[in-house]
């Protein structure tokens, strides 16, 4: 096969010079078709295969292999065999000698003549109209414990404005506050946006587009005023901008692994790293995705007044030791909501308990299992009813153990000028002072104390509220119950003594 640069000097030697084709095949050392054939076409020569190759080592298995892949287009997408299995298991079945190369472009032939490749367009999108989210998973160490980070991810399809925040599992409360979190982020709500068909969202695939939603999903959508839009179940692609993110995010986000002392930290750096995108310049654009975004930003749908509480709602009832559980988990609660239905909102980070349209407990969740999280300022009140349970007290005991010692010395001197009990229900009294004060506070408040000889609650709480004005505000009845003190036992007169010395002295004449 002769290349186009002989073939232009044949050419103007037949053109220009006015040789014959027998002098020019002479001179070149090619036949005279060569020659008729590089006069014809000045184009590179290519080469066409007239026969098939013969194959006399792979042709044997040419069935069983077009047979496998045939069986494995009716198996899940993820258990099917790759060309590598295929090859090794020729081996181990049937003592294939050949190459695997062999096997694989075999395979890449059949593959194209049973499925043939899925063509797609160019998509375009107006500003703020669309968005994508989708969740990742990721490897992160927080507060030195190797944990794996379920990562939400959305993606604005006209700015390409990218949007990662880490949660620690991809539960209905983190799939809507992960939401909330980037319309925050992106100071607007996108008018459609687009899910797989997770189950946080959906409850039940319908036919065609339609599909039957999660309550807690449609109220969450009704508040920010958006419309959902699903994937065809199986089809990522319809959504491809978000995957992309993903595995753009893992790559460079979380690779190395990131260390950070808490979940909070972590996701600081990870909206720092999606800022820092903005100065990226998308492919085909002219712009920059910052100055894409200032412009689409405008067309966003604006913020609600207030946020969607991201939570779920569950009732439950306060067992006798003033516990709740949750996952295997028991929370404390208040002493006086002892056998209530309450609701529990259960929020990625936090616990709230709530009788009525009040707050009564709040705690920080627990991913472990099967822990106790006890406030002792739920078990004051009980304290106070059964004061000699105050050594033994799960809840006091662990307290006791990592609370500054001036509160030791303060609990010594109310023993000493009280008598027992009544010196440890009064420094119960001012422990109830916490729900207004903070421990620091609390702290400089028995040190003043100590040194002033005051052994009250009044006295202590006073001193507080002169220090903490601006801070302070009233104590809550509900904290601890007024404590009644011992009234001074005075012995009352015999008056039938005073009778006697009456008579006595009629009968002396005085």
């Known amino acids: 096969m002769i290349q186009v640069d002989e073939k232009e000097l044949i050419r103007r030697a037949y053109f220009l010079d006015n040789k014959s084709q027998r002098q020019i095949a002479k001179e070149f050392h090619h036949s005279r078709r060569t020659i008729r054939a590089a006069l014809a076409n000045a184009k590179p020569s290519t080469y066409e295969l007239r026969t098939a190759r013969s194959a006399p080592v792979l042709a044997p298995y040419k069935s069983i292999i077009a047979q496998w892949l045939q069986d494995d287009r009716t198996a899940p997408r993820k258990q099917r065999r790759t060309a590598h299995r295929i090859y090794t298991q020729l081996c181990e079945q049937y003592h294939f000698t050949g190459a695997e190369?062999?096997?694989?472009?075999?395979?890449?032939?059949?593959?194209?003549?049973?499925e043939p490749p899925d063509a797609f367009l160019l998509l375009e999108y107006a500003p703020g109209q669309d968005a994508q989210c989708d969740f990742g998973e990721a490897q992160v160490v927080i507060a030195g414990e190797r944990l794996t980070a379920q990562f939400f991810c959305v993606k604005l399809c006209y700015s390409k404005t990218p949007f990662v925040y880490a949660f620690p599992h991809q539960r209905q409360e983190a799939f809507l506050e992960g939401q909330q979190r980037a319309f925050e982020f992106l100071e607007g709500v996108p008018h459609r946006m687009w899910y797989d068909n997770l189950k946080t969202a959906v409850l039940k695939i319908l036919q065609g587009?339609?599909?039957?939603?999660?309550?807690?999903?449609?109220?969450f959508r009704s508040h920010y005023l958006f419309e959902s839009r699903f994937c065809t179940p199986g089809e990522g692609h319809e959504k491809g901008g978000v995957e992309n993110l993903v595995g753009y995010a893992r790559r460079n986000f979380f690779t190395p692994v990131p260390e950070a002392?808490?979940?909070?930290?972590?996701?600081?750096?990870?909206?720092?790293?999606c800022r820092a995108e903005h100065v990226r310049r998308p492919r085909s654009h002219m712009q920059s995705v910052g100055e894409?975004?200032?412009?689409?930003?405008?067309a966003l749908l604006p913020l609600p007044n207030h946020p969607y509480e991201c939570c779920?709602?569950?009732?439950t009832r306060v067992s006798s030791y003033c516990l709740i559980t949750f996952e295997t988990n028991r929370y404390s609660v208040p002493v006086q909501y002892v056998g209530r239905q309450v609701l529990l909102k259960a929020f990625v980070e936090r616990l709230e308990i709530v009788w009525e349209d009040r707050v009564i407990a709040t705690h920080r969740r627990c991913y472990a299992r099967e822990r106790d999280l006890l406030d002792p300022q739920h078990f004051l009140r009980l304290i106070l009813q059964r004061p000699g349970a105050w050594e033994h007290a799960r809840a006091i005991r662990e307290w006791q153990a990592r609370w500054p010692k001036v509160y030791d010395r303060m609990l010594a001197a109310l023993r000493v000028h009280y008598p027992e009990p009544h010196g440890?229900?009064?420094?119960?009294?001012?422990?109830?002072?916490?729900?207004?004060?903070?421990?620091?506070?609390?702290?400089?408040?028995?040190?003043?104390?100590?040194?002033?000889?005051?052994?009250?609650?009044?006295?202590?709480r006073q001193w507080l509220r002169t220090q903490y004005a601006p801070?302070?505000?009233?104590?809550p009845e509900a904290v601890v119950p007024p404590l009644t003190r011992?009234?001074?036992?005075?012995?009352?007169?015999?008056?039938?003594?005073?009778q006697a010395l009456v008579e006595v002295g009629g009968r002396d004449g005085n």
């Open 471 to 475: 801070l302070a505000g009233p104590l």
């Open 292 to 298: 894409l975004w200032a412009h689409e930003r405008a």
């Open 209 to 219: 587009r339609r599909r039957e939603e999660q309550q807690a999903f449609t109220a």
């Open 101 to 114: 190369s062999t096997v694989r472009r075999y395979v890449r032939q059949c593959r194209a003549e049973l």
């Open 424 to 460: 440890l229900r009064e420094f119960v009294r001012m422990l109830g002072l916490h729900h207004t004060f903070t421990e620091s506070q609390m702290a400089g408040a028995f040190e003043w104390a100590l040194r002033a000889h005051c052994f009250t609650e009044e006295g202590v």
């Open 312 to 315: 779920r709602i569950l009732p």
């Open 261 to 273: 002392d808490s979940w909070d930290e972590l996701n600081a750096e990870l909206l720092a790293r």
């Open 486 to 498: 011992p009234t001074p036992r005075v012995a009352l007169p015999n008056l039938e003594q005073y």
